[in-house]
């Protein structure tokens, strides 16, 4: 998912790499040997698949130079692996061969790390108010922050759609708390926004709940996904 728009319809091949700038570190004691440190981290993502002017190409032109979240999953279901964070499509590419499908590539830089979590809420169509299911995550330490992704890919006019994240101590959550409230969504507006909270919480299970409020025919595709971090 890239800010508002799911290519995965169009990707058949992304490749995530963090790297560390390597800096020397060797001294008087490293006995003859070069003893190395690990500087700045950065993080790339790779996206090649399919063109296609509505989802990967006009994603490409909406972030391309410019900072965008952007979510990598296993599979969109609740408690798959999910990689999130914030960064700019640096390059982009396109290839029109003749008699072959038209081809298309973009890579990413991450800006403030990457967070590695789990999908909590798969990108589902609503139109009424309702909750999520749960998902036992885990706690948050008092030296952990809890970090929240919001993608809404489609939204309806003269509606309203507010997004949180709950958590509680048991699956069927007798006694719910608010942890984290996106940015409310008005209107035909798609986007995207990440939040944090910090610990210490000591509740280990997670859901979404959302309202949603209009004239009638609401509707609303969103995915939430969540990260417990140290930093």
Not at 144 to 169: E, I, K, P, R
Not at 206 to 211: A, S
Request: net charge negative; charged share 15%; with cysteine.
């Amino acid at each position: 998912w890239l800010h508002s728009y799911d290519v995965s319809g169009e990707a058949n091949n992304i490749t995530l790499n963090g790297t560390a700038a390597e800096l020397d570190a060797t001294n008087m004691n490293s006995a003859g040997w070069r003893e190395k440190r690990a500087g700045i981290k950065e993080a790339e993502a790779s996206v090649a698949g399919f063109y296609d002017a509505a989802s990967l190409d006009a994603a490409a032109d909406a972030l391309h130079g410019t900072n965008g979240i952007q979510t990598y999953a296993v599979d969109d279901i609740a408690g798959s692996v999910a990689y999130f964070g914030t960064g700019p499509i640096l390059t982009v590419e396109r290839g029109f061969p003749v008699g072959e499908m038209a081809t298309m590539s973009v890579t990413a830089k991450a800006t403030g790390g990457v967070r590695r979590g789990a999908i909590l809420f798969p990108k589902t169509t609503a139109t009424a108010t309702a909750n999520g299911a749960a998902l036992q995550h885990g706690a948050v330490s008092a030296s952990q922050t809890l970090w929240a992704c919001l993608h809404v890919f489609s939204a309806s006019a003269g509606d309203t759609l507010d997004v949180v994240v709950a958590s509680d101590t048991a699956s069927n959550f007798p006694s719910t708390t608010s942890r984290i409230a996106f940015t409310q969504i008005a209107g035909a507006v798609t986007g995207s926004e990440i939040k944090s909270l910090a610990g210490a919480i000591t509740d280990d299970y997670w859901r979404v709940q959302y309202t949603i409020a209009g004239n009638g025919s609401e509707s609303f595709s969103f995915a939430v996904s969540i990260a417990i971090c140290t930093t």
